[in-house]
């Protein structure tokens, strides 16, 4: 049997599971107090968690794959491979859109960066990087292992270092820098560091493509794109029909 690249799973579905694990909990208490016999219990339990699953796990995760798909398919179109460029994913996690622009590289090579280990002493950013780690598939272990069943390990590779360090390649080395719901996640106060790296290490010529949140706390799509503009880069917002509250940022420097 062909292994699966595990890339994650949305918010949503955890969230699925967290509700899933409280139900069997009420049922059972339910049913002990109503006298229900063990035996019908458990086949209770089958049916309605069996149509739970279906319609709140397994058929939304087809959904938010597909939805994915469109995306990366998007994204490729507007990033114009020809084969052997070079290419950033910042903010790779488990490699999907690394690995997924690589099979289009002949000669070219991308690199996906992470933080990857979990560093916060802060109790809840500590918890949101668990969750990210281990049901996003947000591990270096993870994304190594997807590069060999997607078969594209001599065109990707993965770097472990925080986007908020110094980004370690020379000046106009990348051609295509690309990024999925990350620059919402960073500190205003540390954004523009960000930003200045991404201007750095870009082509002349070369292109940006961020898949972000519209707005979120604070943060707006308009803070890029203001960035980047006064940098002098033609942008542009492409609306995201998947993904609703979300867009695509495309500059071309």
Not at 165 to 192: E, H, M
Request: a positive charge.
């Amino acid at each position: 049997m062909k292994d699966i690249p595990n890339y994650g799973y949305p918010l949503s579905y955890i969230f699925f599971r967290a509700l899933l694990l409280l139900f069997i909990v009420l049922m059972f208490f339910v049913l002990h107090f109503t006298g229900i016999s063990i035996l019908i219990m458990v086949l209770l339990s089958i049916i309605i968690l069996s149509i739970i699953a279906y319609f709140f796990v397994i058929r939304f995760k087809k959904q938010f794959l597909k939805k994915r798909e469109t995306l990366l398919k998007r994204i490729i179109e507007l990033a114009d491979i020809k084969g052997d460029e070079k290419i950033l994913d910042i903010g790779t996690g488990s490699g999907f859109l690394a690995i997924g622009l690589s099979k289009f590289l002949k000669s070219g090579r991308t690199f996906g960066l992470d933080r990857y280990s979990i560093k916060s002493k802060n109790l809840r950013s500590h918890i949101i990087e668990i969750i990210k780690t281990n049901y996003f598939g947000n591990t270096l272990k993870n994304a190594k292992q997807n590069l060999e069943i997607e078969n594209v390990s001599d065109k990707c590779s993965f770097i472990e270092s925080d986007i908020l360090d110094p980004i370690d390649f020379n000046d106009q080395y990348f051609d295509v820098i690309v990024s999925s719901q990350l620059l919402y996640c960073i500190t205003r106060d540390k954004r523009a560091n960000v930003f200045k790296e991404i201007d750095r290490i870009l082509k002349k010529g070369g292109k940006i493509i961020f898949f972000e949140s519209k707005s979120f706390i604070n943060w707006n799509i308009a803070e890029a794109k203001g960035y980047f503009q006064r940098k002098g880069y033609k942008i542009k917002i492409i609306p995201s029909n998947e993904f609703k509250t979300c867009c695509i940022l495309y500059g071309q420097k």
